[in-house]
Structures are given as C-alpha cells and as structure tokens.
C-alpha cells in the first residue's frame, strides 16, 4: 500500500514537471487559460517582470498583453505553440504600456486583431513611437529591442466588450481611468478568473505616475465585486481578494502621504522616499517606483534643491 502511495506520488510529480516543461514559463491556470506570473528576473529586458497570458477558445487564441519587445514576444509565442496550435485571433492589451504592449506587432504580423481601450490607443498612437525611439531612458539596449516594432490597436472600445472565441466567454471591462487613462480588466466569467493588468500589483510597488487615484479605486471595487477566484496581476504571483483590498490602501496611503509633502515642499528626493517607505505597506520588489512616482506625479512643482 506504502509502495503504491510512493509510486503514486512520484506519478504526480512527473506530471506536474511534464506540464510545467510543456507549458514553458506558462503556468496553466485554468484548462482554457495559462499565463507567466511572478517572473522573478523583473530587468527591463525581461519586460520588467510584467505579467501576461492567455485564453484558449474553441476558435482560437487570445493573448492579454504582449511583454516589451519582439524577442520577449517570440519567446511568448513558442511557449504558446507548446500549449497549442489555434491561431492567435486577438491581442488584448490591458493598457499601453512598454511592458504590456511592446511586442505587439509579433502577433499582428500572424493576423491578430489589437484591441484595447480607446484612451490608451490614443495613449499607444501618440507616444508609442517615442518611447521606443527613447527606450535606453527605461534601460532598455538596441539589442534588447532588436526587431521591435510598433503595433496600434485596431479595435477600441470605450465601456464593455464581449469577445468570443468559442466555449469561453471573455468581457473587457472599463470602469474609470486608474493606471493609466484607459487600463482595463479582463473577465472571464465561466473560468472565475480575472487579467487585472496593472490595475493590480502584488508584493511589487506599484507604477502610479499615470494613476487617477480616485477612479483607481472605483476600479479596484468593481475588480473585488467580480468574485474571481484567481486574478492575475499586472506583476507579482496569482493574487484574491486580500490582494486587491491591500492594493486599494497602498495607493490611499501613497497618495496622502505623498500630498503632504509635497504642502511641505519637500526637496530632498532621498529623504521623501525614507519617509515614505514608513509609511507604506511593505513590498518585496520594485522599490526604485516609489521615488520615481514621488517625482513625476507629486513632487515635479517642488522648488529645486539648492
Ligand atoms: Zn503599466
């Protein structure tokens, strides 16, 4: 009986190492869906260590985002072949990000429809070009972009949108700017599982320079009232409910207190940031965000140090 239980365990471990080796980085999620989580080299040429996944329907494939950039998206691509060979119908940009929306034109190439919401395809049509011209700034190498090229949306919405891909129901879902002006969620009712982007970050500081505080988290409520039983952030390893609500007090906590000192003209970046970092929830990654949000969105009219 022991002989058996052993044999039985040592079974299930091959197969959860043949899945894991079939799947790539893929981890699979649901049967109808896989996706990279809590990438644990977050450099720029590893997209950051941003989040991204997919949707298997009967019909066909959709991709939610694209990592940064042709290479990142190639290798995307191969860890899907391992899954499966739908063709990639849509690509699903949950906002316009370099990390999220970078190695789009990969799969367009294959046919795929870009779709995302209509404030951030203008985001995407407007900056896209420059943010790649200027990549070096985010510490991205010509190498690391090597091949990369833009690819707009082709399809927005500016409220709801039902995909469907056969057998499984997908609803793109607008509540109010918060990340960025047109970040969405993506819903997958039948599956309990959600795509937050980076409306939600876990364990890693968030990226706010773009953030509408107040919409953020109108938009966080409306993600907790979904009743998903796996949401997939933007970065960070599979997130529930506790991570959603942590979520909507950092950046409650962030933007107070960022807004007190900022009445008090701080203008010591070092010092804003030790204050700061008191005061916020702790985060294992991504602590370089704080200062960098400090400067764009709270400190940028503080008088310079002299
Ligand atoms: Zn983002």
Redesign the pocket.
Known sequence: MRRLANGLIVVCCLLLLANTAQAGGLVRITERVYAYVDAQDTSPANSFGANAGIIIGENGIAVVDTLVSAKEAQRFLRDIAAISGKPVKYVINT?H?L??AFGNAEFARLGATIIAHAADGSNMRQQAANVLANAGQYGLTPEDLAGTEIACPDLTFSDRLQLDLGGVEVELIYPAPS??AG?ILVHLPGEKVVFA??VLFTDVHP?MGEGDISGWQRTLDLLAGLEAEVIIP?HGPLSNQKDVAEMKEYIAIFDRKAKELAAKGADDPEAAVAEMKKNLPERTRGEWLIGANLKIKYLAGSPPKP
Request: no cysteine; net charge negative.
């Open positions: 906002h990000h990390d999220h990340h960025s970040s982007g980076d990226y933007g």
